[in-house]
T-cell receptor, first 117, second 116 residues
Framework: GAVVSQHPSWVICKSGTSVKIECRSL??????MFWYRQFPKQSLMLMAT?????????EQGVEKDKFLINHASLTLSTLTVTSAHPEDSSFYIC?????????????FGPGTRLTVL | AQTVTQSQPEMSVQEAETVTLSCTYD???????LFWYKQPPSRQMILVIR??????QNATENRFSVNFQKAAKSFSLKISDSQLGDTAMYFC?????????????FGKGTRLSVIA
């Protein structure tokens, strides 16, 4: 199956700093990628849909100025958490569809654990 | 909007036994997919099984099978011959079909423990 990578796998930062998380489709092109957030012992909640070459679409309640998404190429989307605070500590997961593969299936990255001190 | 409901927060099963995880969903769509994902302690999401709504036949993948009841909007997962490695969170998920790029809608999950 298609492979999605994320970097870094974990990050610890100080409150007020910004953190960038990368999501790459390694062996396919993805015009759209999705960013989810997962708090401990909870389900995945969609934060935003990242569209190559255009603005991301954010879910209700997600601050677009705080969670900046850039999808500059067909294989890379980045999520930047700006002015991070402890409440932003969570597990962030990206996914993408390999439409060229002929199957409607999303492939997930391994996730990034963000801890804000 | 679609919703997915998993009513069993936790379940346990003896090794080698069979367990069924429940999932119901609500949608006005006619063409869609349903999935079961496994999330082990590593937190990597792993696809267990998928069902296309237009197919009446229930999907099976080795020890995993589903009971898809479209009219009742029910999609349960049966795990046969449970193994210790099946211990994980299991998420039921919904996705529209043929819409290009739509996200998954997840249920709250069921934590399954397989006991030796």
């Amino acid at each position: 199956g298609a492979v999605v990578s994320q970097h870094p796998s974990w990050v610890i930062c100080k409150s007020g700093t910004s953190v960038k998380i990368e999501c790459r489709s390694l062996d396919f092109q993805a015009t759209t990628m999705f960013w989810y957030r997962q708090f401990p012992k909870q389900s995945l909640m969609l934060m935003a849909t990242s569209n190559e070459g255009s603005k991301a679409t954010y879910e209700q309640g997600v601050e677009k100025d705080k969670f900046l998404i850039n999808h500059a190429s067909l294989t890379l989307s980045t999520l930047t958490v700006t002015s991070a605070h402890p409440e932003d500590s969570s597990f962030y997961i990206c996914s993408a569809n390999d439409l060229a593969g002929g199957v409607d299936e999303q492939f997930f990255g391994p996730g990034t654990r963000l801890t804000v001190l | 909007a679609q919703t997915v409901t998993q009513s069993q927060p936790e379940m346990s099963v003896q090794e080698a036994e069979t367990v069924t995880l429940s999932c119901t969903y609500d949608t006005s769509e006619n063409n869609y997919y349903l999935f079961w994902y496994k999330q082990p302690p590593s937190r990597q999401m792993i696809l267990v099984i998928r069902q296309e709504a237009y197919k009446q036949q229930n999907a099976t993948e080795n020890r995993f099978s589903v009971n898809f009841q479209k009219a009742a909007k029910s999609f349960s997962l049966k795990i046969s011959d449970s193994q210790l490695g099946d211990t994980a969170m299991y998420f039921c998920a919904f996705m529209k079909r043929n819409s290009g790029n739509t996200p998954l809608v997840f249920g709250k999950g069921t934590r399954l423990s397989v006991i030796a």
